[in-house]
Structures are given as C-alpha cells and as structure tokens.
C-alpha cells in the first residue's frame, strides 16, 4: 500500500520541522510517534489540522488528513516520574506510556532521590553513606558528596538549586554547595537517626524528624535550631518520626510518624494545628499539594491517605495497595497522586475520580518480588 506524506509545521513559529512517510491506513498515534522522533521535537506533541486537535488513535483518513496534507505541532514535555529502590536503581519514567526511559545503577541500596529545580538533574541518597548528583541521558554520576557516618535517608534541593540538604543515620542534616561539592552546615542536636529534612519553599529555613521520638526546624543562616518537638516530654509524636514535609507556603510543617498518625504545624508558632489519625499502622511518609489544600500520607497498613490540609474536613480517600506503602508525591498539577510500594509497585491514583489510573515499577516483570525492589523514593520531575 503506497505511503502517505505528511509535513509537520510548527504551530507557533510557521516552520517546516519536517516530513514523515506512513502507510495510508497508519494512526494518528503513529503519526505523533513519527513526528516526535524528528529533530528538535521533544518526546510528546500535540497535532493540530485547521485549527481542531487531533485527539485518539483513529486512522488517518478517519481522522480528516490526506496524503500530502500539513499539520500543526505543539511540542509538550510528558509527565515524568523518579523513583529510587533498594535495588540500587534510580529510574526515570514517562508516565504517558508507563515506560522507563533511564536506568541509574548505584553500588549500595537507594533510600531517596529529589529531582533539581535546574531540569535535568537529580540527586540521590545510598545506605554507603555518599550521595550522588546525576544528569539525565549520563551514565555515570557527575559528583559525590562524602561526609556523612551513616547512611542518607533523604535529600532535598534548596529553591536555586545550588545547594543539597540531607538526612543520615549518623544523627545529623547536613547542607552541601554543589559547586564547591563541600559541606556548608551540619546540623547536630537529634540523639539518633534523622529520618527525614526538608527545605522551606524560600530556602531560608529547614526541618528534620528522627527516630528519637524528635523534629525540628532549623534557622539556615545561623545553622540553629529553632523549634524542637520531642514525644518524650508528651510534645509531637509518640515515636520514631519519618517524615516532614513543607507547606508550599512555608508556614506549616507535616510530620508522619510510628505513632500511626500524620500532624500538622504552625513553624511559626508551634502550634499543634491539626492531627489526622486513620492509618493502622506506622506513616512513612507525608507530602502537601503544590495548592497547599491537600496532604497525603503513606503507609505500612497497605493504604494511602489523602486528607484536607487546611480544614477540619479530615480525609478525602484512601487507597489500597498490595504491600506496604513507603513513599508517595503530587503531580505537578495537583491531579495525580503517586505512591511506591514494598513490592515495588509505583501507582498513580486520579484525585478527582479517586480512581487508580496505572499502575507500573520495579520488579514488576518478576513473578515474585523480592524486599530489594521496594520503591523507597518519589518525586514528580517539574514541568
């Protein structure tokens, strides 16, 4: 059957980005596949003709196009997802087709990633102590950041990008310069692991949360602690803390804890605002959404939470999973909640529909999953 020719312009700009050949009963899906492997095309587009979006995979003829006709292209990054696993694997994901698009090998198991606000790069925290800077489409990392005496559990970026905050087994949060690769801060005041660290949205202010029943919020130009919740004086949880978490606004802090319960706080006041109690079971983990009206938490009771952050309202949905559930994040646009599981299942669940709408990840191939393919850490890449 002779092939169709179709030119691609650019709906913008007018230029010709190109010309591809498929067959005449070929797809609109095979027409964007074709047009998104041309130069200068990013991976996902849009196709316009006269002015309508080309929309599903009907085949050409149905869908109004000849051979020889033009049509308009809107080049949109897809949606794309991190995950790091205790296999010791990084994997970035285009969520539109559920597929891996890079593997990152590193030589210990993999406790967290954070992805860059410069595009293109991430950071990772290993149970070897180090942590790794990494470019996508690298095969190797670009740095390694050594200091720490424990294991890293986490890692954050600061706003510009230019510096790293993370969390050890060795009791303290520590602040590296990425152009230097050298320490800024160390932050000392837990008695034992610090589970978690987060940086404030304006970079100025930190928190941590430790297995000594402890978290806190710390001051970054003067390296002090500034607030201090400790379970032991009947002040914060009563246990090991997992996870904390920023508002988008910086005025409130999350925690999720061994207690089964995930608690809001003023950071300014200490105020105790809100505690959600639900989870049967520990809470791994805890994170707001990008409008601040939301928070999620994850946990070893095989559910995900989704609750109202700034009102009484209380939760919203839950999802079951089929393992315990250690790490989640929001989409970007505040519509697709991800979690990560112990069997290193990663699903994405719609907050509108609360529906689960995919479902992927390490060690999926397998038959049976084994403990090293837990997914430990998630972060949306920005748009």
Not at 73 to 97: F, P, Y
Not at 128 to 144: H, K, V
Not at 217 to 243: E, F, I, L, N, P
Not at 326 to 346: D, E, P, R, V, Y
Request: hydrophobic fraction near 35%; aromatic fraction near 8%.
């Amino acid at each position: 059957m002779a092939g169709w020719q179709v030119e691609a312009v650019g709906a913008l700009s007018g230029e010709s980005l190109g010309t591809v050949t498929l067959p005449q009963d070929g797809s609109l899906r095979e027409l964007r596949r074709l047009i998104a492997n041309l130069p200068g095309v990013s991976a996902t587009v849009k196709l316009f003709s006269d002015g309508v979006e080309l929309q599903g995979q009907s085949s050409l003829a149905d869908s109004g196009l000849r051979d020889g006709c033009e049509v308009q292209v809107i080049s949109v990054r897809s949606l794309q997802m991190l995950s790091g696993s205790q296999d010791g694997t990084a994997r970035l994901w285009e969520l539109e087709e559920r597929s891996e698009v890079q593997r990152f090998q590193h030589s210990a198991e993999l406790n967290g990633v954070a992805a860059s606000p410069e595009p293109g790069i991430f950071a990772s925290g290993c149970s070897d102590r180090s942590i790794s800077l990494w470019r996508f489409g690298a095969t190797e990392t670009s740095c390694q950041l050594q200091g720490h005496m424990g294991q890293v559990y986490s890692v954050d970026f600061c706003p510009a990008g230019s510096a790293l905050l993370s969390a050890s087994g060795d009791a303290t949060a520590r602040l590296w310069d990425l152009a230097s690769e050298q320490e800024l801060l160390c932050l000392r005041g837990h008695m034992r692991d610090v589970n978690s660290a987060a940086v404030s949205p304006d970079g100025r202010v930190f928190a941590t949360g430790s297995d000594d029943y402890s978290f806190a919020v710390w001051d970054r130009a003067s390296g002090k602690m500034t607030q201090h919740w400790d379970g032991r004086r009947g002040d914060g949880h009563s246990g090991r803390v997992y996870s904390v978490a920023f508002s988008p606004d910086g005025f409130y802090l999350a925690t999720g804890a061994v207690d089964k319960k995930a608690k809001v706080w003023d950071t300014r006041t200490g105020t105790s605002l809100r505690c959600y109690s639900g989870h049967t079971d520990l809470v791994n983990a805890v994170t707001f959404s990008p409008d601040g009206k939301l928070l999620a938490s994850a946990s070893d009771d095989f559910t995900s939470h989704v609750w109202t952050a700034d009102t009484s309202q209380g939760r919203i949905a839950s999802y079951k999973q089929d393992a315990e559930v250690l790490t989640l994040s929001f989409s970007g646009n505040g519509q697709t909640l991800a979690t990560g599981s112990m069997t290193g299942a990663i699903c994405l669940w719609d907050l509108s529909s609360h529906q689960e709408v995919g479902c992927f990840g390490v060690g999926q191939d397998r038959e049976k999953p084994t403990r090293y393919d837990r997914v430990t850490s998630l972060c949306f890449l920005p748009v």
